[in-house]
């Protein structure tokens, strides 16, 4: 069952759903890197993940909504061509995070450098519940709760701060100390190459989110006009997407050199 046809109760308990998916699909994710670290098997549960997040918090499905002739100035037919600007934007940035995790594949093959463990989960932890508040602020608006909307961005907002403290003030650190560095191997730079990209991703996302926020508060979206927050929320999904594939690929696929 999708959102759009969900009265507001019934959307915010299936986001709850969603996330309790994502959550034991995480758990499981580290305890087979643990107890059997197979790659593949690995792979399609972040695939699964990836489509769940998709699906039921990017809303790919809107794509196909639109299909009856509407006015070319009308509210709906300009928000359902920016929606296939957006996605299409989103597919050209795919590209090139996929090139990314193949230089990852490619220098790296089977092996990755020592990294603390206990702070990539937490992190990936972190940035998932973000997804989780970015779909109740969306959720909420859509159904005209301005405050809850409201909330649920700042919460998004301060998340992505944590995400970027944890990844950028904390494993940046520690990976040093593991003799990662940026400029002296392959390890070094395809590392910071990585998570320095997402990493400016969050922080593109966290400015966008304060944009739309602070024109939450002036009252610039309603039930009826809320494209600005679908956007954001849709550009910040994305951006969880991505990490679901660079988490595994960084911490968990591969042994440790």
């Known amino acids: ?21 994502l959550a034991i699909l995480t758990a499981l994710e580290f305890g087979l ?43 709906a037919y300009k928000t359902g061509s920016n929606r296939l600007g957006l996605w299409l934007f989103l597919l050209s940035d795919a590209f090139v995070f996929g090139a990314l995790l193949a230089t990852r ?35 909420s608006i859509a159904h005209g709760d301005r405050k809850g909307f409201l909330n649920a961005t700042l919460i998004t907002m301060i998340l992505g701060i944590a ?5 950028v003030g904390l494993e ?33 996302g966290v400015i966008f989110l304060f944009l739309v926020w602070r024109n939450g508060r002036r009252g610039a979206f309603s039930a009826e006009r809320y494209w600005g927050v679908e956007a954001a929320a849709v550009y910040w999904h994305f951006v969880d997407v991505v990490w679901i594939f660079f988490y595994p690929a960084l911490y968990l696929i591969g042994t440790v050199v």
Do not use: C
Request: charged share 10%; no cysteine.
């Open 172 to 204: 940046w650190q520690l990976a040093q100390l593991e003799n990662v560095i940026v400029n002296k191997d392959v390890k070094g730079a395809v590392f910071y190459m990585m998570t320095g990209m997402h990493a400016f991703h969050v922080l593109t």
């Open 105 to 139: 594949f490619n220098l790296w093959g089977m092996t990755r450098p020592h990294l603390n463990q206990t702070l990539g989960l937490a992190v990936t932890t972190v940035l998932l519940v973000s997804s989780f508040f970015m779909n109740r602020a969306e959720t």
């Open 1 to 21: 069952m999708t959102t759009h046809a969900l009265d507001k109760s019934a959307a915010l308990n299936q986001g709850v759903i969603i996330f309790a998916y």
């Open 163 to 167: 995400f970027l403290v944890g990844v």
């Open 33 to 75: 890197a643990v107890a059997l670290p197979n790659p593949i098997l690995l792979l399609l549960v972040a695939l699964f993940k990836a489509g769940l997040v998709m699906y039921y918090y990017m809303h790919i499905y809107k794509l196909a909504q639109q299909d009856e002739v509407l006015p070319r100035n009308s509210y």
